[in-house]
């Protein structure tokens, strides 16, 4: 057993990967703007490892592998199936490949850029927690981009755009108290065993909490976040968090500190 093929059983795949040999076809051609079709088509879809039937849910690389109707590959496999291109060359209906290390691997569809600078991108992914989803995430560099042998890029980029707030690891990012434009504002995030997250779209979220004002910050001994509609305090002893009412001083409520407007988790180190 080779050691591609080891890595596929490795992962649990339920169907082991077809390879492309040298005297074997390239797949036929496929326009990018069908791809981008196919990648709409399945928005919802439940994320199952090593799914492979929409009906039941995908995986990352099931999902990649069918929208680019080829047979079901890997991360590890791909390549077989695609070449490597540089991250300026990236076009929708492209993807991102992070190969198999160790237990981690996951596989990504370009779509187009959110940021000028291409820090940050809109892709389609099945993920774990989301399923398959179109979303804005930082670029990492530890994916390949890769493009899909005999695609006919029939798609321009389109113009960056990113929105005033959107899912971070582990929270959400809010502009709206910021400059608006999804770069500078607030993050309401579950860590350090403070779920303001959570308890943020248990209590009902922008509807009735609005948007943060304010970073997260310790008030006489307790983690707080001060939102448009009141401020948001998490109990360390019962584990949740309650909503109170909005303080009578603002600027003295909170330090300046946490009054300052942070870069999106996306965006490069400043």
């Known amino acids: 057993m ?12 339920v169907l082991a990967p077809t390879l492309v040999s040298s005297a074997q076809a390239a797949p036929a051609a496929l326009p990018a703007s069908e791809i981008l079709n196919g990648a709409e088509r399945y928005l919802g ?72 600078d291409r820090s940050i991108a809109w892709m389609y992914e099945a993920a774990r927690g989301r399923g398959v989803a179109y979303r804005v995430v930082g670029y990492d560099s530890r994916y390949t981009p890769i493009r899909r042998f005999n695609v006919e890029p029939d798609v321009r980029l389109p113009a960056p755009y990113l929105p005033l707030d959107y ?19 607030f993050t309401i995030s579950d860590v350090d065993g403070a779920r303001l997250w959570t308890e943020y779209r248990k209590l009902g979220g922008m509807d009735k909490l609005g948007t943060p004002l304010t970073r997260r910050f310790d008030s006489h001994g307790r983690i707080v ?11 360390a002893n ?4 309650y909503f109170g009412s909005f303080p009578p001083n603002f600027s003295t409520a909170a330090p300046a500190e946490a009054r300052e407007p942070e870069r ?3 965006l490069p180190k400043a």
């Open 45 to 116: 879809i439940p994320y199952r490892y090593g799914g492979v039937n929409p009906a039941t849910g995908l995986d990352c690389s099931a999902y990649v592998s069918l929208i680019w109707r080829i047979p079901r590959q890997t991360t590890d496999t791909i390549h077989y199936w695609s070449s490597e291109i540089a991250k300026d060359e990236l076009l929708p209906g492209d993807a991102l490949n992070w190969g198999f290390v160790g237990r981690l691997s996951h596989m990504r569809l370009f779509a187009g850029w959110a940021t000028e």
């Open 264 to 266: 999106s988790p996306y």
């Open 225 to 235: 976040q001060i939102m448009q509609n009141g401020v948001l305090h998490w109990d």
């Open 2 to 13: 080779n050691r591609r093929r080891f890595l596929a059983v490795a992962a649990g795949c």
């Open 238 to 241: 019962e584990k949740f968090a």
């Open 167 to 185: 899912d971070v690891p582990n929270g959400h990012f809010f502009s709206q108290a910021g400059d608006r434009d999804g770069k500078l504002g």
